[in-house]
């Protein structure tokens, strides 16, 4: 099977979107496949091999709003050019152009932007822009989904917001996320430091005030945990300004972007991993964390319900709730075994259903299905 990935996100990849376009494209290339990703680049187009991956960076202008009209200009003659080398074409949500074209198609959204621009809080000018943005996105959204043969989604709380485009959940394929079981696995000694592990965006919508809020109360019982984010993001100045008025910021550690081999490390030694998102598709950190065998607090919303089995191999808590967050952080802390037992249960639920492995086969089945070749995963 020959793919083509049309995509917004960067390369190398940095965030959720970007790792899951790279891991699945490895695991494609692993299985046989070959795989060409089309993203935004500079000014002039770029070629070249990363890892296996055929990568092309079509000209990018931020002229917004018409920024993806503009982009997909490129894209589809930069497409026109290759397009005998594919046999379908997959897109990634949010805001890849659309293209000229007769091959099959898939669509997968990570998060549908009549519900990303409306989680968005007006706090600057940026965030004005974003919402009044919204509309124009959301035309370019539902012209992708008018022109897919299959659209899939990271999470059946996706699937359920697509109902606001005016099409069916049912038909909506959910497919969900992975993550590498074999780079993020458990240790059996970790070191001694007891501390609370975030990671991710700093963004509002991640619930993070409220994670430090449950920080300072877990602080003020527990003299010998510390709390340790990861990630970058407009937030990063106002939590900080919160943790020093609190007089705990010696148990608080804002690590920004950090490598994969150290996140690695930092979720193996971690003690509980806590998710405090207001919303969220499918997370990768979450599948990360469990697969690390970590316990994990995360809120009650969207994707987290679709991993998460409360008591069993998590504990889910409301959203906007940091006194329920601690308690939660607090029932762990004073209970090791409960600890261990849904850490085993997490990784569990990682390697029966979120492995690159089996996320990459529900993929091809979909293309398949629309192709003319016989299946063969």
């Known amino acids: 099977m020959r793919i083509c990935v049309i995509t917004s996100a960067k390369f190398p990849p940095e965030e959720g ?45 931020p002229l917004y709003p018409l920024h993806v009209q503009v982009h997909g200009v490129f894209v589809n003659k930069l497409f026109a050019s290759i397009k005998s080398d594919f046999d379908v074409v997959h897109y990634h949500t949010p805001l890849p152009p659309p293209i000229k074209t007769n091959l099959p198609t898939v669509t997968t959204v990570h998060t549908p932007m009549k519900t990303d621009t409306g989680m968005v809080e007006l706090v600057n000018p940026f965030s004005l822009a974003v919402k009044l943005q919204g509309k124009v996105s959301c035309l370019i959204e539902s012209r992708l989904f008018n022109i897919s043969d299959i659209i899939t989604s990271v999470a059946s709380s996706v699937s359920q917001e697509l109902g606001e485009y005016g099409l069916n959940p049912g038909d909506v394929e959910v497919i969900g996320n992975g993550v590498d079981e074999n780079l993020f696995c458990p240790i059996q000694n970790k070191t001694n ?42 937030l990063f100045e106002k939590l900080k300004g919160i943790v020093h008025e609190s007089g705990y910021q010696d148990r608080f550690e804002f690590l920004g972007h950090v490598e994969k081999s150290k996140l690695i490390e930092l979720y193996q030694n971690a003690t509980i991993f806590v998710l405090p998102s207001h919303y969220e598709g499918l997370p990768t950190t979450l599948l990360e964390a469990m697969s690390c065998g970590l316990p994990v607090v995360a809120t009650a919303v969207s994707g987290n319900l679709d991993v998460i089995e409360s008591g069993k191999n998590g504990i889910l808590v409301p959203i906007k709730s940091p006194d329920r967050m601690a308690e939660a952080v607090s029932f762990l802390l004073d209970n090791e075994k409960l600890r261990t037992e849904l850490g ?22 979909c293309y398949y299905s629309i192709c003319k070749e016989p299946v063969a995963i």
């Open 17 to 61: 979107i970007g790792n899951y376009i790279y891991n699945m494209s490895k695991e494609f290339i692993r299985k046989g496949h070959q795989v060409t990703v089309i993203t935004r680049g500079s000014s002039k187009a770029q070629e070249e091999n990363f890892e296996g991956i055929r990568l092309y960076r079509a000209p990018f202008f």
């Open 193 to 234: 430091e007891k501390y609370i592990l975030y990671t991710g965006r700093l963004s509002y919508r991640k619930g993070l005030v409220d994670f430090i809020e449950c920080g300072i109360s877990v602080c003020s019982r527990y003299p010998d945990v510390n709390f340790k984010l990861t990630g970058k993001g407009p």
């Open 344 to 365: 085993i249960a997490a990784r569990k639920t990682i390697e029966q259903k979120f492995t690159w492995s089996a996320i990459s086969d529900k993929i091809l089945r």
